[in-house]
């Protein structure tokens, strides 16, 4: 059976990075090292685990019904609701013996093929800072409440963790290939914007979704959207932006469904096939899709985030 990345492969020191590998330029802050991990986590203030209590409350509000049952579990098993910004120590005790993962701080994003490389070694990168008061309804760089709130609970679950463990270690072989791109659609249509099957309906378990108000309900309920069964092929050839609410979510059956489709596809082949640069608009339906529901894309329509559309 083809494998997602190349077995060969030493996760245990930082591999070597080509240097006619593209990744995106970021400037290493000088007071981490090569694996960008910080030195400790932040100590918050009581201003700070205000903050995270309040976005907790408002997630609350929207989640129950609408979120994934593995994520609510996930929630409960690492006891998140206690209140305050949750310590990275604390919760990566909770976690190991559970699927192994650990939850690490990092200050910002960090460049693909480390963010990858911990990722190969069941370690989450999470934000060492939370948003501010000014800030809260939307930041574009992942701060511990998106990364803690939003990826941490799904990491209980064994399968999904395995999933995750797995895309880490395709990161490697994508970035030979030069099919970032492609990989990184995989992770956004999944990891981030996910929606799954569930007995009573379609619910959320992409962390973009979870971490948010507006999405956590538009994703689920409006009328806008396309749902489209989720083809690994086909989303690896799905363009998407980062900047607004989605226009296309995917929907799995379970999680092992999501597993066993990643690791079963021949991702060499792919990225050999795949036309430089092609993609499929983030809105298109195509002749293959297996539609759950065909988007109305009003939202989009009326000009999306900025035109001051309302989320239908
Ligand atoms: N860095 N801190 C952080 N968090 C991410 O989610 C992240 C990153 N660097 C790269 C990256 N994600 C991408 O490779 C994936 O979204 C595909
Ligand atoms: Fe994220």
Redesign the pocket.
């Known amino acids: 059976m083809a494998t997602l990345a190349k077995t060969d492969q030493d996760y245990s020191v930082l591999p070597h990075m080509p240097d006619d590998v593209f990744t995106a330029p970021l400037k290493r802050p000088e007071h981490v090292g090569e694996d960008w991990l910080e030195p400790a986590q932040t100590v918050y203030d009581g201003d700070d685990d205000a903050i995270w209590n309040d976005l907790f409350a408002r997630q609350m509000e929207v989640l129950p019904g609408r979120a994934a049952t593995a994520f609510l579990k996930g929630l409960e098993r690492l006891d998140l609701s206690r209140g305050g910004v949750p310590e990275f120590a604390r919760l990566s005790a909770e976690l190991e013996p559970m699927t192994g993962w650990s939850v690490v701080p ?1 200050p ?5 093929h ?3 490389w911990h990722l190969a070694n069941r370690r989450f ?3 060492n800072f939370i948003r501010t008061r000014e800030t809260f309804d939307y930041i574009q760089e ?1 701060d511990v409440f998106h ?1 803690v709130f939003g990826h941490v609970p799904m990491l209980t679950d064994p399968v999904y963790a395995d999933y995750m463990y797995e895309y880490g270690k395709a ?1 490697w072989n994508a970035m030979r290939y030069n099919r ?1 791109k492609a ?2 659609a995989l ?2 249509y999944t ?2 914007f996910g929606l799954i099957e569930e007995a009573d309906g379609i619910k959320a378990y992409g962390a973009g979704i979870l971490s948010g108000p507006t999405e956590a309900v538009f994703a689920v309920e409006a009328e806008s959207p396309n749902r489209i069964m989720l083809n690994v092929d086909r989303v690896m050839r799905t363009d998407y932006v980062i900047s607004d609410l989605q226009p296309t979510y995917f929907v799995i059956e379970s999680f092992e469904d999501l597993y066993r489709q990643t690791v079963e596809r021949d991702f060499e082949r792919l990225y050999r096939n795949l036309p430089p640069s092609f993609t499929y608009a983030n809105s298109a339906i195509i002749d293959v899709d297996n539609l759950v529901h065909r988007g109305t894309q009003e939202y989009l329509l009326r000009g999306g985030r900025g035109s001051g559309a309302a989320p239908v």
């Open positions: 990092v910002m994003l960090i460049p693909d480390v963010f990858f990168p999470a934000g992942p990364d990161g970032l990989l990184g992770y956004w990891v981030e």
